[in-house]
Nanobody, 121 residues
């Protein structure tokens, strides 16, 4: 499975941004896909995940109500709609996938290259 993240950029606090992750390969074998982020000097952290088959979602408390994860099974694309962005959302965002139940970054076997989101206050 290959993942290609895109959509990052420089925005102001309160703005919205949508990230995309194009998947290729044996994506039909994936159980879960997720978004993680890593800010400078910090560990990579979970943002949101979605079960590829039934669309069940999970979110970090810090993004609940502001971010929405979704997927388009027809185009094998994962999305992260980010609204009401805050300066603390600034990070490199990564998409990831795994063929088993996965929660922590170490559980995911497949990763995209990351896309930088910078939120200015």
């Amino acid at each position: 499975v290959q993942l290609q993240a895109s959509g990052g950029g420089l925005v102001q606090a309160g703005d919205s941004l949508r990230l995309s992750c194009a998947a290729s390969g044996r994506i039909f074998t994936m159980f879960v896909m997720g978004w993680f982020r890593q800010a400078p000097g910090k560990e990579r952290e979970f943002v949101a995940s979605i079960r590829w088959s039934n669309g069940a979602t999970d979110y970090a408390d810090s993004v609940k109500g502001r971010f929405t994860i979704s997927r388009d099974r027809a185009s094998d694309t994962l999305y992260l709609q980010m609204n009401s962005l805050k300066s603390e959302d600034t990070a490199v965002y990564y998409c990831a996938a795994d063929d088993l139940i996965a929660t922590n970054p170490g559980d995911y076997d497949f990763w995209g290259q990351g896309t930088l989101v910078t939120v200015s206050s």
